[in-house]
Structures are given as structure tokens and as C-alpha cells.
């Protein structure tokens, strides 16, 4: 199973994602973002980073480079896509998921351990969970602090689009909690947590993070 | 040429931190008479020939502003 990891100038976590799909049993396959070429890979992952310096809003400028041109499009036809810290940025900006991410409500970069509900395990990234289990995995950001209109969120929330949201603490003043979004067909994922730095005892929290990359191999073996 | 300002601001129902931390600066320094801030972006294009109105608001409202959350507010003028 090859799965695709999207690098854009500025990404950082590109490498764990490479190695955290290598832990899961998966290929990972690097694509750069100036190619039009997905390699013919099954699954794509949006690393966590800093795309184009987060100038004009973070993810904005990436979620409009050749190759996210052509991750929209295979979306579309059902390729399951992760989007995780910067990565989810990007697919809100894309407009392959609902909702902003803003500047946290205390504004302070939030770097910590945390715990994460587990509201949907039935998308392509998160099958490997059950619903409310609860899992710790770190987060780190600036920007993460999940946004929409009143009435977008009532929609996000009665559409079931929430995949996990933050427990024991809200990290960054996210909209009720929200940590993580799907599309409406559960293939396409994103979150502000990083599961890919909790996917080995040595160096992460837990390796809680593990599930979402086993997840998608599991889900490419029975489609 | 064309000159074209754009001005990105957040929503109203969208909390704007960065604009609640410039109006706590604010009291600090005595100016306690300022009851609200929102920060927004100000964009300024140069275009060839006279601006063209619906590209130009193609540009604000797919690029320069992100609709989920900002409004954009388009000022055309030709020197």
C-alpha cells in the first residue's frame, strides 16, 4: 500500500508521517508540491509545518499549489486524504473540509500531551478506534483554534463530521471542542493533534497515534 | 494602471483574540474611552489597464480572504 506524504516548502512533520507509515506496515511515497504527479498512491497525508511561512493565512497558499489541484480532484473520487496540524489548514483552505483554523484564543503556541475522544470510528483514518475511546496523542500549535459560524457548526455537528474532539482541556479555544473534521464520505480527515509523533514508546506520549495509518491500510484491503 | 485596495476582515461572529489583546494594550495605556478592535488585512494591487471588478472580487473572495470566516470589502480607483 503506497501512501503518499505532500511536502510542501515549510513542511516539518513529513518525515514522521514517512516513518509512521512505515511503522503501520505501509509505503510511503514523497510528493513534492510543484509536480503534477500523485504516483499513483492509495492514500495521501498533509504533514503538520509551516506552508509558504503561513503567510497570507496558515495553509492558504498551499491549498492552492499544482499538486493539492490534484488531491482535490482525486478526493472527489473517494482517495483518502489526511490532513494533520498544518495538513488539516490546508484542506480547510481547499474547501475539502468545513471550518478555519485561527490564531489560538490566548494566543500562545500550545505544545503539550493530549487527550483526544474519539467520536467517529468508522472513517477511512480512524476505523482502528472505537467510538469514545480516548487516546493521547501531543499537540503544537499557534493557529489551531477550529472556527465557523454558529449555524455551520450546528451543521457540522448534526452531520456527524466531528471525528474527535479535545478532552481534559481545550488546548487553543477550538469551537466546542473540535479537534477533528471529515468529509462527508469519511474519507478525507483532518485534525490539529499530531498522531504521528505518538506511534513509538521512545519518543512519543503513547502510541495511540498508530491506529489512524494502520486505519487507512485496513481500509484499502477491503475496497 | 489601476490601483485597488482590498480590505480582509474577520466576521463579526467570528472572535478576533488578536484584536481583544490590541484593546487590552490599549487600556493600558490610558485610552480607556476604545471599546472594540478587529483586526483585519489591507491589501493593495496594481493592475494593467482599467480594473476589471469581477475578477478582482474572483481574487479577494478565493485567495486574498477565506469566506468561512472573513468578509472582503473591494475599493476601486484609476489614477
Redesign the interface.
Given at each position: 500500500m503506497r501512501i503518499g506524504v505532500l511536502t510542501f516548502p515549510g513542511s516539518l512533520d513529513d518525515v514522521d508521517a514517512a516513518r509512521a507509515i512505515r511503522l503501520a506496515g505501509g509505503e510511503p511515497v514523497p510528493l513534492w508540491h510543484g509536480d503534477h504527479d500523485l504516483k499513483d498512491v492509495d492514500a495521501v497525508v498533509l504533514p503538520g509545518g509551516f506552508s509558504y511561512g503561513d503567510y497570507?493565512?496558515a495553509g492558504?497558499i498551499a491549498a492552492?499549489s499544482p499538486l493539492m489541484r490534484d488531491v482535490v480532484a482525486a478526493a472527489g473520487g473517494g482517495l483518502p486524504v489526511l490532513g494533520i496540524c498544518n495538513g488539516f489548514q490546508v484542506l480547510?483552505?481547499a474547501g475539502l473540509l468545513?471550518?478555519?483554523l485561527?490564531?489560538?484564543?490566548?494566543?500562545h503556541f500550545r505544545n503539550r500531551d493530549q487527550g483526544l475522544l474519539v467520536e467517529r470510528a468508522d472513517t477511512a483514518w480512524t476505523s482502528a478506534y472505537t467510538t469514545g475511546q480516548t487516546i493521547v496523542v501531543p499537540v503544537k500549535n499557534g493557529e489551531g483554534?477550529y472556527?465557523?459560524?454558529?449555524a455551520?457548526l450546528d451543521r457540522i455537528e448534526g452531520e456527524g463530521r466531528v471525528v474527535v474532539r479535545y478532552t481534559g482541556g481545550n488546548p487553543n479555544?477550538s469551537s466546542r471542542d473540535i479537534a477533528g473534521v471529515t468529509s462527508a464520505d469519511g474519507r478525507v480527515v483532518g485534525l490539529m493533534p499530531h498522531p504521528e509523533h505518538a506511534v513509538e514508546a521512545l519518543t512519543g506520549p503513547s502510541t495511540d497515534g498508530l491506529g489512524f495509518f494502520t486505519s487507512v491500510l485496513s481500509a484499502m484491503v477491503t475496497s | 494602471m489601476s490601483r485597488v485596495v482590498v480590505d480582509v476582515v474577520l466576521k463579526p461572529e467570528i472572535s478576533d483574540p488578536q484584536g481583544q489583546a490590541v484593546l487590552g494594550a490599549l487600556g493600558r495605556l490610558g485610552h480607556s474611552g476604545v471599546r472594540s478592535v478587529r483586526q483585519g488585512k489591507h491589501f493593495v494591487l496594481e493592475v494593467d489597464g482599467d480594473p476589471d471588478e469581477a475578477e478582482l472580487r474572483q481574487i479577494a473572495e478565493t485567495l486574498l480572504a477565506n469566506p468561512v470566516i472573513e468578509d472582503v470589502e473591494l475599493h476601486l480607483s484609476t489614477d
Open positions: 497570507l493565512r492558504a492552492r480547510c483552505e468545513p471550518g478555519a485561527t490564531r489560538n484564543s490566548h494566543l483554534r472556527v465557523a459560524a454558529p455551520d479555544g | -
